[in-house]
Structure formats: C-alpha cells, structure tokens
C-alpha cells in the first residue's frame, strides 16, 4: 500500500535513481526504429493493425492469438480498444488486455509507439535472467518467445509539443509453460488527456490513467497500486522487484501471481502485508508471498480499534498509540506518562503482556544496563525483543546489524515472511511488527517502545500497565505498588548470567548543590530544550518538556560538564517529539552536539524514518512513520547495512536475508543458516556464489560473538600453580622455578581482528613471606594493567592503584571481581578470563580468535603440542630450561609492566630517572600532576617510553618534556582534567607575543574567522596550550589585535579599513571598520573623475590611468570548511 509522504523524501529517493535519463535507458528493453520495430498510427485514439503472433500467448487461463496495440496505453486480445477515459477494473464488457498505463495518448501531436515479436538471443538472454531473478523458485525457465511494445515519450490529448510526455513499456515473456508481463517505466509525468478533465498544461487531475489487468469477466482483474489517482504520476517509483518502475507478473494461471507480493480480490498486497476482509474486518489475512498465497482467519479488530478502508482495502487502526521511553541514565518514561530513575545494572523487563487474549500476539522487550565510569548511574547496553519465537538483539554501539536468535545479520531485516523487520530508522534500529509494535534504540542511550490500544490495559513491566493511569504504574509482578524505585526495579529482573550486576542506589542518586543545578537549568544547557523561541517551540505543546529537562538536569549532575551527556539528554527530547510527527527546528551546529555521519551521507533533521536501501529501495514510499533526525545517503548512494554505497555496489539477498557485496557467510547444504557445508560470496549484480566446504578437523561450527563459522572445539584454558604449567593450552604439563618472574601468556602474532592486545605474567616468589603469600600476577588488556597477590590477597590494583570489586571499567575493555570460593576473577568480555584463588591455583582461559596468536610458558594455542616450547624469537627450545629461560623476566619490581628488561641491561642511570621529578612524575601515585587520570589512561607504557628516551639521549630535558606531554595529550583526550604540570622551571612552554601558557586553555578558541559565531559550549575537552590575550583573536596561528581581524562580508575576510563598492556602478560604498569588525554602507558613488571596475568579485573607484591593484586586502575563505 503506497502512502503519501514528504515531498522532500520522495524527490530524494527519486534522485537515488534518475541521474540525466540513466533510469529510463537501463530499465527499458531495446526499442525503437534501429531494432525494426514497427510503429502505430499517429492519430488520435489510433491502434495498429490486427496482430497474429507466432505462438498462443495464455492469459487468466486463455490462450489467445490476436492482439492489438493501442495508442492509449493498452495491448488488448481480439478486439481494438480505443476508449480513451479509462475505467476502474473490472469492466462490465468481455475485452481482455494489459494496460501499462490506460490513458488519453495523442501520438499524432507527439511521441511514439513501437512494438515488435522476437526471438533474437540477447533479448531471450535478458528476459531469461529476469524471469529467474524475480521469480526465485523458476531457476530452470528459458525464454523462447518475447513481445515488446514501447510508448516512447507520447503527450496527451489536449496538449501540444511542449506539453509533459510518458515513456513506458510492456514485455511479454514466454517459454510455452509459463507466460510473463513485465511493465517497465520510464519517464512519467501526466496522467489524463483534456476529454478526461485533465489540466491542458499538466495533463494531471480529472480521471487519471489505469494500469493492471482486465480478463472480461468480473472475477479477473488486477489493479496496480496508485492506479486511478492522482499517486499514479509516481509509478515509476513503484516496484515489486526492488527495481524502481519495473513490475513483473506471471499471468497464465487463475489469479494473477506477482513476482513479489500477493493478489487478492485484485489488489497487490506487499510480502507480510496484513489487511481484514469487508467493512466489517471479520477476517484477517496476511499476504505470505508463497505460490501468491494469502492466509486468512477469523480475527475481528481488537479492543480500541476501528475498521478503516484505505485505498481499496480494510485495516484495523488502532485509535491511539501509546509510547515508553528510556533514556540517559537512565529514566523510565512509562506508557502512560510516570517519570522515574532506575540505576540497576542487570536486565530488567520492560514491557510484555500480562496475561493471554484471543488474538493478541505476545511479546517481550527487555534491557540489559551496565555503568559507564560511575558506579552510581547506569545506561542502558543491549535492548532484547522476543516475538514470533524469534529474539532479536540490539545491541549498544551496533549500527547497521542485530543479533538474531544469536547470529549477527545485516540490516534491513524481515523474519516471519515480514511479520518482524528490523531496519535503519535515523540515529536508531528500529523492530517493527505486523501487531504494531515498534521498538527502536540508537545504541547508546535512548530506547522506546511503541504499543496499539489493543494491548490497552495489558501490559507488565517497568514501562507501566498502559491504564491511562500514571499513579498506579510502579507496580510490583504481585499487583501492590513498590515502596522505592530499587524495589520496583528489582520486582521485574529478567534472567542475567551477570552475577556481579546490582539493583543500583536509592532515590537522589545524583546530587547536584543549588548553584550547580541552576547552572545547568540555563538556556545553553538543559533549558534549551524548553526554551520559548528554542528550536523545540512547536513541540512544548504535544511532548511536555519539563521532565526531559529535570532528567537533563540530572544526568549533568552526575556526568559534570560532559558534553555527549547534554546532546544526548537533548536528543532524548528531540526524538519524542518526531515521533509524534511535530516539526523540529535545526538544533545540532557543526560546533555543538555535531552528529558523526559515515561517508557519502549527510546529516538532516527530518530524513524518512525507513531509508531506502539496497533490499528495499522504495521503502520511503511506504513508510508509515513521521520523519526523524539522521544521517541520509547523499544523491546516487543507498544504505547498504551501515553504508551508503551506490547501486552498483549493493550486495545480494539469499534466503530472506541481506549480505553486503563481497560478504563471505557459511550456510548449509538446504541453504539455510546454522551450517557450514556452503561456503558462500556476494558478487556483483547480486550474484550469490557457493562451494563445497567444512570445518577442518579440530574445528567445529558455531558462532562466536554472533558470528557463524568454523572455530576450534575448545576455548583455550592454560593452569598453573605457583612452580608449574600443569596444562597448557595444548595440554603440555612444564615445571618452572619461582625464583624469577615469567610471561605466561604474550601475543606472538598480529592482534586478531575482534580482539585486543593481552599478556599475563607471574612475578618471582619472595622468601620468607609467610605461607599466605601469593605469587603476584599482572593481567595486561589493552591499555589497562590489573595486578593481584601478593601480601594481601585481597587488594587489586588497576594501572598502580587500589580499586574496589566488582570494578569495571568505563569502556568495558576489563571487570575484576569476586568469583565463588573467594577467587579474584580478571575478565575481559569475550576474549580473555583469568582465576586466581588464595591456594595460588591460576586458571587462564582465552577466546577461539586467538588461535596459534599465543607464545609463553602457556605455550601456542593451536592443538598441537609439539610447539609449545617456541621462544620470543619463534624458533623452538631445545630443552625445557632453555624454554623457561626464554620467557624469564629480568625485571620484578613491575613498575614498568613487565618490559623493563632491556632497559636495566643498557642503562646505568635509569633509577635516577625514575624519580618523581623526572619520569616518576607520570606514575608516582603518592605525587604526580598526573594521578587523576591513572585509572583511566595506563601510564606504563608512557613511563616506559620516558625511561627508555631518557637512556637513549642520556638525560636530555627536552626528551623529559616531550613524554610529559604525551601522556599530558592522552589524558585529556579521555576528558581527564589535569593538575598544573608545566612550571617556568619544569618544561615551560613558550608562547608567541600577545599570548601566555595555560594548562586548559579552550580547543575552540577564538579565532578571526569565528568572532560573528554565537558563543556555544566547546563540545571537545580542554587542552593546554597558548591562549590570546583579551582583546586578540587567532589568526594564521599567531594572535593579532581583534581591530586588525577585519570583517567578514561577501564570503570572504576584507582588510581593516578596507573601501569598497558593491555594485557595477559603484554607487554603494562601505567600508570595514575594525573597532567592532562589521561593514558599514551607504549611497556615495566613485568622484566624476574617477571610474568603477570590478577586482576579485569587488568593486572600486579608480583615478584615471591606473588599473586595479590585485589582492586588495582580501582573503577569500574556502569553499568547504
């Protein structure tokens, strides 16, 4: 069903594919005179001569021999038809034919209609693999017969050789089994001659033009979509087989059967489309799309819904909507309008239905929190959907893809035959149902869940039971009210293997002083979103904003001055308001909150919420939803998954589902998913290519962290007691001395794809320790260093400083907690898990994707056990003690994480640049400019750089600088603010004349070139550096005098005091005044003796005898900035 839509969507899906007629030329068959087609009379209501083909051609089960081809837009059987103002099908009378397009044509004012019968190979060639592509279960069909006719750029009755013109077409295809009518158009432009009460100069209005089919009868009939109103100018945007203005059908059988799609009672039905029969919606059925099958029952319309007839056919519409939100950190907006903040961290059960009814399908939306950085809030991760027995994974960060019953998929996708589809929606994924539920998140922070007045009173979970009573909606799974928002979020956990998550704290869990609070109030922050004249004016009205602003307020009390927590607190609000179709004003800026777009795409506020893309290109057209803020496909692109690629580099659709071009995916011999006997590739032009293939012994089928493929049948586990590797990886057993510290676990091979940088090591026993100390072991992932053992078994540290358990980290990359039986558990998700207990047992298991990537004393991950004993230099050990020499670590004290080795061999002074005034000063926990930001940015590896510099130019000061500086860069590129470090004495920074150092000096400084921009928060973190003096701008990197910037007019930067002319005669005079740096004009025209000529897009009074001068004082600013 094609529903009216924005204009500006429309003429941008459009543009995706008409560029200079390529559309036109690409999806017409080769036509004309240089083909020897034969050509109908220019006349009026004209037809071609009586028709005899070569072979029957079968239609609505009759085979028929003469046709004629009609002037106004139809091929008819037996009879000519030359009425002119077409009808609605079926007709009264018994004339069978095709109508591509039945209107008033005048070929005799202008335009041409071609038509000719063949058999040449290329035609046959082109048809055959039409018929196969579109017609999925016909791999075998060859075309052996082809018959084309050709309306080439014809105008209506009425009009003139200026008036519009239509191009299209209509092939027959047959191979003496099964019979074929392709309707391809072309360029489409009027629908109604004058005789029809069409418009003389547009030929639109009136009665407008008919495409399907008429058998003769009452009970054979087809009607195109649009067909008979004014939406039919647009059906060359139409389509059932994914290609703009081309549909195909096969016509010899009983019904008309679309390549895609259903026919039922002579209307087209998209694949999953649900429609009732009769005004009374008694039955509901849902078109299949197999063998053109539609499966109706007995379904009335559901409480709080009406019957509608919409174009032709019945539906129940709800007769309202109702939605919950989650958002920032993270509050609850229910269905029926209850505000409230929630910290835990499991999953919780947001919304299904409470009890069973007739007709009613279930569902289930559930979300999985977790912290980011502060333990106090949480935000959400992972939204889950059950429907249909499917569950459907969106995952944070993820753009482009879900998890689908736990196999990753490209988006779009549609399970059920269309009952679910999952899709790109602006910022968001969006699931959508055939029942009317809609779930989108962007992930990050904002989720929502969309329900019809069916589920109206019906529904359990944190989002309320949907009553229309907000009062009532912190409701407990045993009907009493919840006493705090802990114990209301507790009531409704859903099943977690996350045993370290929490309930999170009580109310007031983010607490702001007045002062700071009324900060964030203020109109450059949250109050911009209830802001009178703010860019959400039109929506104060529809959404209330008051409590996005207070959940605003909250979210900046417990991130202070994080600028993504305010856009994204905005976002929130901006979002509620598009879905309820209200008109937002441009509120992001290239400065603040700048939406990211990938490349070959744009930001807009209001883009269609379903996008085109390459396994649905027209789906802007049926889009029920209003606009949403995202990022759009530039001209000639389409989405493809995450990227906006153009049409020649779409990928392939393979039972059901979308793969990118060039994807390789494993599928079983059936072709479904979930084996790997098929090795398989998308080529180009949508081609699948499969092979034979398997596992290679060792390795089994399955997926890992959503992927499908062969991976080995264990995951890696190496075990160790305090002297020895009792197994291996590859189960090697190996004793080692406890006199020395040892690497356990190194990557010897490039990190693999999906994975990080890891490395464990065991430091040296220490004598006389006592019988409970523990050898210490440094875990290394990424960036992040956790220590354990040692004196105090139960003290960890994170890059040299204590934490508290359960600790995870900010960006997820490491979590250390208590594990059953008291052991500490180090854990990076999904690659890496290391156990140690207090009896000194250590248990080290590591991900499939670090197969034969591993060296040390655990030895190579490969199931072979006859290299483990390889050394750092890959060769293999000739005997055990060569073995553990190798892997030996000189250093033990681990204050350079493990790598100090090489610098004790080579350096004589490297303790004395460990002291806290020299290198120290990066990681010395007691008194370090630095330390607020250890448990963010690790220092080793910087502390190490500076003692290994150090050595190198033996105690160089400016090498000293240099690594302070790195580390000081890192650090505030994690928006880590620093304590002074620079001094006049201790690496001073010099800066130019009109300028002095300061530590956290602006990333958006003033500049000549931004003095008219409205002053907004700089959304990047501060960073030290030379800052101008009040009064001065930067320019050129050095700051001048504000009054010497001069003015910005006419696209460019003019000089201070610069004269000019802006007109041809030079009678309007200005000049750039530098006090204030703005133009001032007035009417003073060039002195008599003086002349007026144009310079660089200016103009100037000249004296007599001299030419312009080149330059004049102007910088011209880019184009692109």
Known sequence: MVRPGCPVILLHLFSIFVQSGAHTRDILYPYGPNHRDLETPKMDDGSSPEITLSTNFVFFNAPYRIIYINNNGVISFNVQVSQFTPEAFPLSDSRSFIAPLWADVHNGIRGDVYYRETTEPEILERATQDIRRYFKKMPAFTATWAFITTWHQVTFYGGSQTTPVNTFQTVLIADGEAFFTMFNYGEISWSTGTASGGDPLTGLGGTTAQSGFNGGDIGHFFNLPGSRSNGVVNIEQTTNVNTPGRWLFRVDTELINPANGCSFNGRFYRRGEVFWLSDQCSQRCRCLDIDNEVQCQEAPCGQLETCELQEGAFYCQPTRTSTCVVFGDPHYHTFDGFLYHFQGTCSYLLARPCWEVTGLPFFSVEAKNENRGMASVSWLRDVTVEVYGHRVMLPKGSVGAVQVDGLMKTLPVQLELGAIKVYQSGVAIALETDFGLLVTYDGQHYASISLPSSYFNNTCGLCGNYNDDPSDDPVLPDGSLAESVVELGGSWRAEDTDWRCTDGCAQNCSVCDPVTEAFYFRPDYCGLINKTDGPFRDCRAVVDPTAFVYSCVYDMCSNRDNITTLCQAIQAYALACQALGVTIRSWRSRTFCALTCPENSNYQVCTSACPASCSDLTSPLHCVHPCTEGCQCDTGHILSGSRCVQLEDCGCEHNGLYYPLNNTFWVGASGEEGECTLRCTCRPNGEVSCFNSSCKEGEVCVAEVGLLGCYPRREGVCSITQNSVTTSFDGTFLLFPDDSSYYLLKLCSPVPANGSMVEV???????????????????????????????????????????????????????????????????????????????????????????????????????????????????????????????????????????????????????????????????????????????????????????????????????????????????????????????????????????????????????????????????????????????????DGLCVARSDCGCMSHGRTLATNLTFWTDWECQERCYCNGSDNSVYCQLAPCNPEEYCQEDDGLYFCFPPHRGPVRGGGLRTLPAVW
């Open 761 to 1035: 090591k065991m430091g040296r026993r220490f004598v006389n320790k006592g019988p409970t100390w523990k050898r210490p072991v440094v875990v290394t992932v990424a960036n992040l260093e956790a220590q354990m053992g040692g004196s105090d078994f139960d003290i960890v540290k994170v890059n040299g400083e204590p934490v508290t358990l359960p600790y995870v980290h900010p960006m997820e990359t490491m979590m250390i907690y208590k594990a059953p039986g008291n052991a500490t558990v180090v854990e990076s998700r999904g690659l890496l898990r290391v156990q140690y207990n207090r009896q000194g047992f250590l248990n080290i298991s590591l991900s499939t994707i670090f197969y034969n990537a591993t060296c040390g004393l655990c030895g190579v991950f490969n199931s072979n056990t006859t290299d483990d004993l390889r050394l750092p230099n890959g060769r293999l050990a000739d005997s055990t003690e060569q073995f553990t020499e190798g892997w030996r670590s000189i250093a033990d004290d681990l204050t350079c994480n493990g790598d100090c080795d090489d610098l004790y061999r080579m350096c004589t002074d490297l303790r004395l640049y460990q002291n806290p005034w020299m290198c120290g000063n990066i990681n010395d926990p007691g008194n370090s400019s630095f330390l607020a930001c250890h448990a963010v940015v690790n220092p080793s590896p910087f502390f190490r750089n500076c003692l290994y510099n150090m050595c190198v130019k033996e105690g160089n000061r400016s090498v000293l600088c240099s690594s302070l500086q790195a580390y000081a860069s890192a650090c505030q590129d994690a928006q880590v603010g620093l304590a002074s470090w620079r001094s006049v004495t201790n690496c001073p920074l010099p800066c130019p004349p009109n300028s002095h150092f300061d530590e956290c000096t602006s990333a958006c400084p003033l500049t000549c070139d931004n003095l008219d921009d409205p002053e907004e928060p700089c959304p990047l973190p501060c960073q030290e550096g030379c800052q101008c003096e009040e009064g001065f701008a930067l320019r």
